[in-house]
């Protein structure tokens, strides 16, 4: 059972506009920047969001995030195929002898 | 260009101990910590540990502590992560990470991964 919530599929069409969320408590998410990461299965996680809502150098505008109290979002819109992977946010949960917790992690599927 | 270059693939049996290494190239080792997190197969991301390659000092989640040590030998840029009494339920891929700490604006991240070492129990 993950600290952070989300849920375990998301699914669109290209071109269309998906979120995802990411639920927390006031020792993580509510205090706390939140991280979301991009991976495609055998390879290591790419970091997509960091600060809440800033994007790397490199990733696309058509990924976004936001945070409102205790949980983030990060929406993806023109969906394209090669965004079909797992996405993972991630948070410091000072509730835990000061850790770094993810959330179980959102299959998107392209259809 | 940044590189964290993770040892190779390990089998063993229950009740063994594994240490997988992590040997950083392209930065100064020292100036950032190194993080730990494994997935096992089908599974998501969990977080292990981390160790401040400049002082040695660790933290880890309460999970692991006790069966996990982290360490470094900043001779050879490299982390390591031994994890003792091994059971079937810690087979999965172990992943480093650099934690980037943008100080401007107080945020941090892992920006840079290694590309894993499967460990089979």
């Known amino acids: 059972q993950s600290v952070l919530t989300q849920p375990p599929s998301v699914s669109g069409a290209p071109g269309q506009r998906v979120t995802i969320s990411c639920t927390g408590s006031?020792?993580?998410?509510?205090?706390?920047?939140v991280r979301w990461y991009q991976q495609t299965p055998g390879t290591a996680p790419k970091l997509l969001i960091y600060g809440n809502d800033k994007r790397p150098s490199g990733v696309p505008d058509r990924f976004s995030a936001s945070k409102a109290g205790t949980s983030a979002t990060l929406a993806i819109t023109g969906l394209q195929a090669e965004d079909e992977c797992d996405y993972y946010c991630q948070s410091f949960d000072s509730g835990l002898s000061g850790s770094i917790v993810f959330g179980g992690g959102t299959k998107l599927t392209v259809l | 260009q940044v590189q964290l270059l993770q040892s190779g693939a390990e089998v063993k049996g229950p009740g063994a101990s594994v240490k997988v290494s992590c040997k950083a190239s392209?930065?100064?080792?020292?100036?950032?910590?190194l993080h730990w997190v494994r997935q096992a197969p089908g599974r998501g991301l969990e977080w292990m540990g981390w160790v401040n390659p400049a002082s040695g000092a660790t933290n880890y989640a309460q999970k692991f502590q006790g069966r996990v040590t982290l360490t470094r030998d900043t001779s050879r840029s490299t982390g390591y992560m031994e994890v003792t009494r091994l059971t079937p339920e810690d087979t999965a891929v172990y992943f480093c990470?650099?934690?980037?700490?943008?100080?401007?604006?107080?945020?941090?991240?892992?920006?840079?991964w290694g590309h894993g070492t499967l460990v089979t129990v």
């Open positions: 006031t020792s993580n998410i509510g205090d706390y920047d």
């Open positions: 990470a650099r934690d980037f700490y943008d100080t401007a604006n107080n945020h941090n991240y892992f920006d840079y």
């Open positions: 392209g930065y100064t080792f020292t100036s950032y910590y």
